[in-house]
């Protein structure tokens, strides 16, 4: 499997915006659909956005990200990114990137995640 390396994250004030970035590496993410995902504490991991291998169509996973994020691919630099816009405290979690959960399994191991905190 492939490795991948998120980082982006940070402490910051409601209203901030951030940008992740999840480089990965042994395997190459033009061959899947890729997406966001985020556990906040205590919490289930869940999907937060997925790209199209192409980049051509992409999915959020609520109304409320959908308005506020952007993911986004760039498969020469075989990295993933996620815009976020107008954070909220709601948006509190570690955040992971992975392949789509694609005939029960993930395409890439977890990366450590990268924390986002935002405050009131």
């Known amino acids: 499997q492939g490795q991948l390396d998120e980082s982006g994250g940070g402490l910051v004030q409601a209203g901030s915006s951030l940008r992740l970035s999840c480089a990965a590496s042994?395997?190459?993410?033009?061959?899947?659909?890729m997406a966001w995902y985020r556990q906040a504490q205590g919490k289930e991991r869940i999907i937060v956005a997925s790209?199209?291998?192409?980049?051509?169509?992409?999915?959020y996973g609520t109304y409320s990200v959908k308005h506020r994020f952007t993911i986004i691919r760039d498969n020469a630099k075989n990295t993933l990114y996620l815009q976020m816009n107008s954070l909220e405290t709601e948006d509190t979690a570690m955040y992971y990137c992975n392949s789509d959960y694609i005939n029960g399994t993930y395409y890439f191991t977890w990366g450590p995640g990268t924390q986002v905190t935002v405050y009131s």
């Open positions: 042994g395997r190459n993410i033009s061959d899947y659909n």
């Open positions: 790209i199209s291998w192409s980049g051509a169509n992409s999915n």
